[in-house]
């Protein structure tokens, strides 16, 4: 496993990349409403990436037509935004954004409710959050990679959820998918992928969570991953870099 180890200047620059995904995020957060397409939420985002000097770094990557995965209710990850569609009142929807700024990235994802959303709505973006929080708690030199996992899907199942086992989180830094990748689950081999953290490694983690079975299918669409059995799904993520004293989350604003 080849995991790049990032030094000081280049943590520096994805610190600036993450504080554009962090800014970007923010105002995305603003900007949800009842009637707002996503097409919209997408060209908000582009907008202030390319005026704050950096790329959206979604936008062609593996073929992604957007700057910006905006997922609704049993959608998981990687749904395509879309002028003729609009959020609604009660919706809740996952903002995953990324951006290159001087050939490094971050990424960060966060999970919101559209107008009044239900009680047992709120608690999943909640738990999710939290889950996300008390993992960033133990990331520091000599963390497990499994510690990580185990906090993430402790959380969960301990509040009646699942966690998603196809997607897990990954290393970060000039490519948005580099090594290590980071699971949000206990994986039965860990010798097949189990690490240990270092100052100047740089990870993105992020749980995604389904209200009911862990069990997701993509769409004919080739990107939006939904929930097999269509109840509600959240998704948090942070870029982190891991310091001597403890860790940096690069994405937080």
Request: aromatic fraction near 6%; charged fraction near 25%; proline fraction near 4%.
């Amino acid at each position: 496993m080849a995991v790049v180890v990032k030094d000081d200047s280049e943590i520096a620059i994805m610190r600036e990349a993450g504080r554009i995904v962090g800014l970007g995020l923010k105002l995305l957060q603003e900007s949800v409403r009842p009637g707002i397409s996503t097409g919209e939420l997408d060209a908000i985002f582009e907008k202030h990436v390319r005026a704050s000097g950096a790329t959206p770094t979604f936008k062609g990557y593996r073929g992604f037509p957007a700057s910006l995965c905006v997922s609704i209710n049993e959608e998981v990850v990687h749904g395509i935004p879309s002028h003729s569609r609009k959020l609604k009142e009660g919706d809740i929807v996952s903002l995953d954004a990324g951006a290159t700024y001087k050939g490094y990235v971050g990424d960060s994802a966060v999970t919101v409710g559209v107008g009044k959303i239900t009680p047992k709505a709120q608690k999943l973006i909640e738990t999710t959050r939290e889950a996300l929080e008390a993992a960033i708690q133990v990331v520091g030199p000599g963390a497990k990679l499994s510690t990580i996992a185990r906090t993430i899907q402790e959380y969960a199942e301990s509040r009646g959820y699942a966690v998603v086992k196809k997607y897990v989180g990954h290393g970060i830094g000039k490519d948005l998918h580099e090594e290590p990748q980071v699971p949000n689950y206990v994986i039965p081999d860990l010798s097949k992928w189990e690490f240990v953290l270092r100052p100047g490694h740089c990870i993105a983690i992020e749980p995604m969570v389904n209200e009911g079975t862990d069990d997701v299918r993509t769409l004919s669409d080739d990107w939006t991953v939904v929930t097999k059995d269509k109840r509600l799904s959240a998704h948090f993520e942070h870029t982190i870099a891991v310091t001597k004293d403890g860790r940096d989350v690069l994405t937080r604003v």
